[in-house]
């Protein structure tokens, strides 16, 4: 089973120096939630978000949303080829359980996971579905123990889809940036034994995602 890590992704609850600004308590108070409850998102809080640390890399949940659903809708996650994970800019993880069916609406992706940063897990009929925690990009490798990891960034070394498909040992894990904006951190990218650009262009991670996972897949169904 290979692993796939979405890493340093946008998608962390609105940081507490940010809860007081005019923008968030507005957005706040017109879903009925506390500043501290809700998904730090650039539709609503550009204003706040303006100067921030890591500005580019922050503030797009919807993104997340898409590389979620790309991963979790395929016949490789749903035949237990795949652990996917989302490692968050603020060094959390969640994982994902096999049976999970992530919803397609935003706003319903939003309130699932600003319930599960309140309760940190999720379950249905006492199984665990989704579950989030305190971790590193670093320590979560620990736990997944591949023996080989394979990042994808501009930044890599050019490649194909077909070729790095067939770079990926079976206990292999990719790395795909799970941001709109910049390059993985030192602290991620000095993790990875290989590091891969496909094409010339720049796509967003849920294209990465959807091509690579395919191109796996073919491996293994067809």
Known sequence: MISLILSESSLELVPSKLKHHPSVVSHARKIGKRPSEILLDNSWHFAAMKGIENELKRGRPDLVHFSILEATTIPLYQKNKLKFYVHTIDDKVISFNQNVHIPKSYHRFAGLIEKLYKEKEVSSNEETLLQIKDQTFSELLQEINPSKIIGFSTEGTRQTYEQS??????????????????????????????????????????????????????????
Do not use: W
């Open 165 to 222: 498909v067939s770079e990926i040992p079976e206990d292999g894990c990719i790395v795909i940036g799970g941001f709109q904006k910049g390059h993985f951190s030192r602290s991620v990218s000095g993790t990875f034994n290989e590091l891969y650009s496909i094409g010339d262009d720049s796509f967003e991670g849920h294209v990465v995602v959807a091509r690579l996972l395919y191109e796996y897949e073919k491996t293994i169904f067809m």
